[in-house]
């Protein structure tokens, strides 16, 4: 496993990373278009479910035994406002405020074909998260502050 600050070289707490180094540095990594989607999906779910903690030390690669990479499952994913109030990685080049206009310019960028389809399954399930929050006994408090930032999130577009 290898973080993407490790890789890149990139100082997490000053970095000036966008989603865009991930998309090309993960599919020069990788060889996958794939990778494509991956990445960003997990951008649009960082962006809808208000994970501004996505800084990259929270981006992985794995190497398998024949010594091909793919990128790592999603990991420390958490609603957060973050010490600067913007998301530690932008989406085409916002930080404070990015939403479907900006990860429509990646998928522009990165010919990701599905990336309509990607939001719109993302921004349902950070839509319907509470379902989620019941099942595992998330305490009210917690779900009615968390509902006040989400709602906030999603009636941005």
């Known amino acids: 496993m290898h973080s993407a600050s490790g890789l890149l070289h990139d100082d997490f707490r000053r970095s000036q990373l966008d989603y865009g180094h991930l998309l090309h540095n ?81 998928a522009e960028t990165f010919l990701i074909s599905k990336a309509e389809k990607i939001i719109e399954e993302v921004r349902y399930a950070t839509a319907h998260w509470e379902g989620f929050a019941a099942s595992v006994h998330l305490s009210s408090a917690k779900i009615e502050s968390t509902r006040n930032v989400l709602s906030r999130v999603l009636l941005r577009e």
């Open 26 to 106: 993960g599919y020069e990594l990788t060889k996958k278009a794939s990778t494509y989607e991956e990445i960003f999906r997990l951008a649009a779910f960082n962006v809808y479910a208000h994970n501004r903690d996505d800084h990259s030390k929270n981006f992985a690669f794995l190497m398998d035994k024949t010594g091909d990479w793919s990128f790592a499952p999603a990991y420390d994913l958490t609603l957060s406002n973050s010490s600067h109030g913007m998301h530690s990685t932008t989406v085409a080049g916002e930080g404070y405020a990015p939403g479907k206009a900006q990860l429509m310019e990646l």
